[in-house]
């Protein structure tokens, strides 16, 4: 699987948007960016994915560059509950499980 | 509700005793998973099970084992082989390859 770079930390006030960014220039066309966020002494909680496309759920935005070495999430408008851990993961996809590997992350620290 | 639960929460064990984590699912997921994770760091993969009866080892599984009877349980013993074995433990399972549901984790302390 192709190896992630985050910023250490991140800050963000609240009500504002946070965009954290992560590279993976080495992506392959069959991989899939995943990101996940882990808040203090908790399992870490899935966000969202996407393979080409811009994705969009109830929790954050991903964008996908077109040539797919980096992405950023938005959280549009971050809250006090969203100071974690977040995690951005390339894994390929298909039918094998196999593992899922979490680097260091970025640590986004929301204000008030 | 549906979802994970990993016991005990908190756990204490003297050098040389062996110590069972268990780890329950009723998502009716295929796939389960342990990780391992120490204070500032990332996850470790420890072992991984996509059905009964079989499991695979992770980055870091000597000192541990595990055992898939059941779809829905997964339990991780810690042995005495682990020499650092004070840690956060956490279990997951899943449907799909990306799609990981954790459970609230274990925290584990050898006096």
């Known amino acids: 699987d192709a190896k992630t770079t985050q910023p250490t930390s991140m800050d963000c006030a609240e009500g504002r948007a946070a965009n954290l960014p992560c590279n993976h220039s080495?992506?392959?066309?069959?991989?899939?960016v995943y990101w996940y966020r882990q808040i203090h002494s908790q399992g870490p909680q899935y966000i969202i994915h996407g393979l080409k496309n811009n994705e969009t759920n109830e929790m954050a935005s991903l964008i996908i560059t077109e040539d797919r070495k980096s992405s950023t999430l938005i959280l549009p408008h971050a809250t006090l509950r969203d100071t974690a851990v977040y995690y951005c993961?390339?894994?390929?996809?298909?039918?094998?499980?196999?593992?899922?590997?979490f680097g260091q992350g970025t640590i986004l620290t929301v204000h008030p | 509700d549906g979802g994970i639960t990993q016991s005990p929460k908190y756990l204490f064990r003297k050098e040389g005793q062996n110590v069972t984590l268990s780890c329950e699912q009723n998502l009716n997921h295929d796939a389960m998973y342990w990780y391992r994770q120490d204070p500032g760091q990332g996850l470790r993969l420890i072992y991984y099970s996509q059905i009964v009866n079989d499991f695979q080892k992770g980055d870091i599984a000597e000192g541990y084992s595990v055992s898939r009877e059941k779809k829905e349980s997964f339990p991780l013993t810690v042995t005495s082989a682990q020499k650092n074995p004070t840690a956060f433990y956490l279990c997951?399972?899943?449907?799909?390859?990306?799609?990981?549901?954790f459970g609230e984790g274990s925290r584990l302390t050898v006096l």
């Open positions: 993961i390339v894994k390929a996809g298909g039918t094998s499980y196999g593992k899922l590997t």
């Open positions: 080495t992506i392959s066309g069959n991989e899939y």
């Open positions: 997951a399972s899943s449907n799909w390859p990306g799609e990981l549901f």
